[in-house]
């Protein structure tokens, strides 16, 4: 089974496959405690160009295992304003998370 970092990177990656407007992905963290456990959701702050401003809406899935997605995720879309607006704290995450780690899109590899 992947670690959450390894899921979070293959969810990204799935995002920015099927979303032309997705222009940066970051990790949301909360409580290093409530991070280590297995029924803590993977977060992600998606800022999105293609959405329209609507605050912090954290929407939740579940774990999906036939995709290959073991752990519950939250997903935090945002247009690029509201992500400026949340680095000058002007908005705000719940729960006392903060933006994390980011994580880039991959090129593709080119055709052999």
């Not at 456990?37 to 036939?66: D, H, Q, Y």
């Not at 304003?81 to 705000?92: N, V």
Request: proline share 11%; charged share 25%; glycine share 6%.
């Amino acid at each position: 089974m992947p670690t959450k970092d390894e899921e979070a990177r293959v969810l990204a990656q799935m995002h920015y496959e099927v979303d032309a407007g997705l222009s940066h992905v970051f990790r949301i963290k909360g409580a290093a405690e409530l991070e280590l456990k297995p029924a803590e959701p993977i977060k992600l702050l998606e800022v999105n160009e293609c959405t329209v401003p609507s605050g912090i809406m954290p929407i939740r899935f579940g774990p999906c295992p036939e995709s290959g997605l073991y752990y519950s995720s939250i997903i935090v879309e945002v247009t690029p304003d509201e992500f400026l607006r949340i680095q000058s704290q002007e908005l705000k995450l719940p729960h006392g998370w903060k933006i994390a780690d980011p994580i880039p899109r991959l090129l593709a590899e080119a055709p052999r």
